[in-house]
């Protein structure tokens, strides 16, 4: 098949060794625990819909630092008993956007909760002050120190949705699940890897994965941002990457639940998130590459939009079974 990156058959057997710090795991410890110390505070207000068959929210909750999130929460209107539930994440620069983007999965009958990356598109403004300059966006925000860097403060606020579906007694979160793409796949294995509540994932195309090769590669999208901070300053190359490896996908894959299920997708002509950096995470994840495990769908023809509307698709159905299935 052909590829932009390596060629499918090393992709199935690229497996780079972990660049976890000692400290990973106390890291985000500390940093969870720190941020629970801050009540959830959790705002739900019905918003008028004129779709038929569910109920709209407005959402905010405390995050990082106790700053408000703000997002959508959405239920199947007429439900009997809790329903699943499903988080969603978005793309970079991106926010939770609209409604209609979450019916299929309001229609699926799960209850859906879709959260903002904070400074970026949506409604959640970013507080956070950074100790060094940086290039255009958010990839290079206090990329200096680990405590400083603007992705402690995102992924610290996606876990934190989690934290709110378990509050919900109108959720049946036995099979929580969550999903996303491009950035929101990254946080979806960022969540996964940090809470093992989460049994059923869905990243699409992830970014925020193996760092060190997407750097040297990527042709296109966000990790140019950390290509253009280190021809600037090339004497914060080895602080930066391990600033990153707190935060690399292909790290916290390693952590998600072993007893979950998960399906991931890839373009191998995709120039934003190169297959390897995709596979990296893929093969790090701890669960057993068969249908009671981890699969990956993938596009041999397909840039960043990965399988679009077919991998929705696939989803649906992947998602309907797990819900169904008994485990």
Known sequence: MPSIDMPLAKLLEYRPELTREPDFAAFWEQTLAATRQHPLNALVEPVPYPANGVLVHRLSYAGYGGQRVNGWYLLPEGASGPVPALICYHGYSGGAGWVHQYLPWVMLGCGVVAVDTRGQGGETGDLGGYGNGTITGWMTQGLLEPTDYYYRRAYTDCVRAVDFVCQRPELDTSKLAVKGGSQGGGLT???????????????????????????????????????????????????????????????????????????????????????????????????????????????????????????????????????????
């Open 189 to 327: 294995i960022a969540v996964a890897g940090l809470d093992s509540r989460v049994m059923l994932s869905l990243p699409d195309v992830p970014f925020l994965c193996h760092y060190p090769r997407a750097i040297d590669i990527s042709a296109n999208g966000p990790y140019i941002e950390l290509q253009r901070y280190f021809a600037r300053y090339p004497e914060h190359i080895a602080t930066a990457l391990r600033t990153l490896s707190y935060f690399d996908g292909h790290n916290l894959a390693a952590g998600m639940n072993p007893a979950g299920r998960s399906l991931w997708s890839v373009g191998l002509w995709d120039d934003v998130c190169p297959p390897s950096t995709v596979y990296a995470a893929y093969h790090a994840c701890p669960l057993p590459e068969n249908d009671f495990g981890k699969q990956i769908a993938v596009y041999p023809y397909n840039k960043h939009e990965g399988g679009g509307a077919a991998q929705v698709e696939r989803q649906i159905a992947w998602l309907a079974e797990q819900l169904q299935a008994s485990w």
